[in-house]
């Protein structure tokens, strides 16, 4: 939904609801701070907020410090990822578009889910007659993971919006308004094309969180933390990884690994089933991976399932 605060068609309250509101009367404590450490042995995490540093006990812990976006490679580039991001580029759009410009270029990089609905939905608030985007992807085709079916109704609803789709580039930054695009894998400059813009916004993948790996525990061999069938991080009494951060071992490299929502949300509802068997005697239930479909909003009123 972040795409359509930016675009102005919802309220931020209902993008990001406060946590003092989502959890009232259930009696969960909201901490606001940074994990710092975690001490297995003593059973103790460190946290630095507000209040400075402070130290809490735990009898189990769950971790899930999701992903981090890969940064933009060039100063003034717009990424594209939290609630901040979304109402600065709201911020950006209003200026250039109060500044009188006959036309708005913007150029989104990254052809999977982020950067198509972002494209599509600023295309159609633009419209054509004020503005021009273009969708710049790596792939040779536009959602290279996603199912055929929504791959066909991006590239239909891209068209539809009028947005500028271009594939197989490797994308260079010379600064905040200006892409070189060269073949994906190329050596050589001969092939290079330009594309100058008003704002140039960054939605080109992601990494798994520097935290994960600072944390001293078992680690997959894609680099996330490992965990058992249980989502327990292995070798490791008492903590459980969920999110994108976590890499279930014995499901191996399948969609039940994945980094998206669908997998976080199945992911905590086992997790925090697997933590009241541990303090009740029962045996842990291995996570299964349900798929429930994908879907990808284009606009107020166009989307595919």
């Known amino acids: 939904m972040l795409y359509d605060l930016t675009c102005g068609d919802v309220s931020e309250w209902e993008v990001a609801p406060r946590f003092d509101e989502l959890l009232a009367g259930t009696g969960i404590e909201h901490v606001r701070a940074d994990l710092t450490a975690v001490d297995t042995a003593a059973r103790t995490i460190s946290i630095k907020g507000a209040e400075g540093k402070q130290t809490l006990a735990y009898d189990n812990l769950i971790l899930s410090l999701g992903s981090q976006p890969v940064s933009p490679p060039a100063k003034g580039v717009l990424s594209y990822r939290t609630l901040d991001d979304a109402l600065f580029l709201r911020f950006k759009l209003r200026a250039l578009l109060a500044s009188g410009a006959p036309l708005v270029r913007v150029v989104v990089v990254?052809?999977?889910?982020?950067?198509?609905?972002?494209?599509?939905?600023?295309?159609?608030?633009?419209?054509?007659?004020?503005?021009?985007?273009?969708?710049?992807?790596?792939?040779?085709?536009?959602?290279?993971?996603?199912?055929?079916?929504?791959?066909?109704?991006?590239?239909?609803?891209?068209?539809?919006?009028?947005?500028?789709?271009?594939?197989?580039?490797?994308?260079?930054?010379?600064?905040?308004?200006?892409?070189?695009?060269?073949?994906?894998?190329?050596?050589?400059?001969?092939?290079?094309?330009f594309v100058d813009a008003d704002l140039v916004i960054w939605c080109a993948g992601s990494a798994r969180a520097k935290m994960a790996s600072d944390l001293k525990l078992a680690v997959a061999m894609d680099g996330r933390v490992a965990t058992t069938s249980s989502l327990a991080v292995r070798d490791t009494e008492g903590v459980f990884a969920i999110g994108d951060m976590a890499c279930c071992e014995p499901l191996g490299d399948s969609t039940a690994?994945?980094?998206?929502?669908?997998?976080?949300?199945?992911?905590?509802?086992?997790?925090?089933?697997?933590v009241w068997a541990s303090r009740n005697g029962k045996a842990p239930m291995p996570y299964r991976y349900l798929k429930a479909g994908e879907m990808l909003a284009f606009g107020p009123t166009d989307a595919s399932v």
């Open 110 to 193: 990254g052809a999977s889910y982020s950067g198509i609905e972002l494209a599509s939905n600023l295309a159609k608030t633009l419209g054509p007659r004020r503005g021009l985007v273009t969708l710049v992807g790596r792939g040779d085709k536009l959602l290279q993971v996603g199912a055929l079916g929504n791959q066909q109704a991006a590239a239909q609803a891209l068209e539809r919006a009028g947005v500028e789709v271009i594939l197989g580039k490797d994308v260079e930054l010379e600064g905040p308004s200006r892409a070189k695009l060269t073949p994906a894998g190329s050596l050589s400059d001969g092939f290079a094309e």
């Open 257 to 274: 690994n994945a980094q998206n929502a669908q997998v976080a949300v199945q992911q905590a509802e086992y997790a925090a089933y697997n």
